[in-house]
């Protein structure tokens, strides 16, 4: 994503049309492999060089590079998580950082036109299925303003944490290729223990929000989570940071939910609840973009009736992150190679 967003802050929108097959050979096999990665990375990369490649066949200007590019991004996102809305304002809010009438309304075109797509060839269906979600009592949502804090303090210790791994594993006196077998055993290693920080984890995240994990545990994995995925990113492998964020949003969410409700019994919701908030607020907090979280989680789940608790955890969430570290995990990689985007 941050070589996305350079492109379109200071390449006019250019991407090399060789990533579009590299980046899909090789994120399949990290991921296929356990890397703890995801695949929106990835596939925004993809969508976004395929937009740039279709201008830079017919030679459009810079601007309409720039909204192909977005297009890209938006079909991609809207596609893997059947999440047309979602998709489209990550696009504007995250890779355009506009919402210019002449970008939105292609790019709301090109998110519908593949979430069509994709919903013909692999179905109508959430992400992820919850039960049905109840507000208890208003007495609730100082609980998820408590969690949108936890949730911020989760998300600025992996953004560090990740960086400071890479750092680690640049010093590292080895090969590119043994560093990347390295980072393999370990990771093989870390799965004999924690299977479920392999791959995108989204079967924990059902357990996490099916509520059956206990609080300690899904702790635990918050913490193994951040070093599963700053080992596979540092020692080379290919793949996203969203679906380990939603990773570690649903693991805090269902810990503070589960310690919450056994105080709280009766006025309190379920765990899975905080879980399924959880996750949008850790995104919110990583990405510094709090609107495509909200309708990522919403699109995700089918969920109307979470939005209120999603809305004020997510906000809080950004708010703490952004005042904590002032860069996302997106700007905080070009900020550290010297290249200020929102620097006019």
């Known amino acids: 994503v941050p070589e996305v967003m350079y492109a379109v802050a200071l390449k006019q929108g250019i991407i090399r049309k060789g990533i579009v097959f590299i980046k899909a050979l090789v994120s399949a096999i990290c991921i296929g492999t356990g890397g703890s990665v995801g695949r929106e990375g990835p596939i925004v990369q993809i969508g976004s060089a395929v937009g740039s490649t279709l201008g830079q066949i017919f030679n459009v200007s810079a601007n309409r590079m720039r909204t192909l590019v977005g297009c890209g991004a938006a079909a991609g996102i809207a596609a893997t998580f059947n999440a047309p809305i979602a998709g489209s304002i990550f696009a504007l809010e995250i890779i355009l950082g506009e919402f210019e009438i002449t970008s939105f309304s292609p790019i709301i075109i090109s998110a519908v036109s593949a979430t069509a797509i994709s919903r013909y060839y692999l179905g109508n269906i959430p992400a992820f299925i919850l039960p049905q979600y109840i507000l208890h009592s ?32 640049d010093s590292v006196p080895f090969p590119e290729y043994l560093k990347a077998v390295l980072g393999g055993l370990i990771m093989g290693a870390m799965g004999l223990v924690f299977p479920q920080v392999l791959g995108v984890g989204y079967g924990a995240i059902d357990l996490a929000l099916m509520v059956k ?10 913490l193994f989570k951040i070093l599963a995925t700053s080992i596979t990113i540092g020692s080379g492998g290919s793949g996203g940071i969203f679906s380990p964020s939603l990773f570690m949003g649903a693991m805090a969410g269902g810990a503070f939910g589960t310690v919450v409700h056994f105080f709280f019994p009766t006025g309190a919701g379920s765990p899975g609840d905080f879980a399924v908030v959880g996750m949008g607020a850790v995104v919110a907090a990583t990405t510094h973009g709090p609107l495509q979280a909200i309708l990522n989680i919403f699109e995700m789940t089918s969920e109307y009736k979470i939005i209120l608790p999603l809305l004020i ?12 570290c002032g860069e996302s995990i997106y700007t905080c990689n070009l900020i550290r190679r010297g290249i200020n985007i929102r620097g006019g």
């Open 138 to 169: 208003p007495l609730e949502f100082p609980l998820y303003a408590i969690l949108g804090i936890l949730c911020a303090l989760v998300a600025v210790g992996f953004t560090l944490f990740l960086y400071r791994a890479e750092d680690a594993w």
């Open 213 to 222: 994990l206990s609080w300690w545990f899904m702790a635990l994995l918050v």
């Open 313 to 324: 955890t997510c906000i809080i969430s950004c708010l703490v992150a952004r005042r904590l």
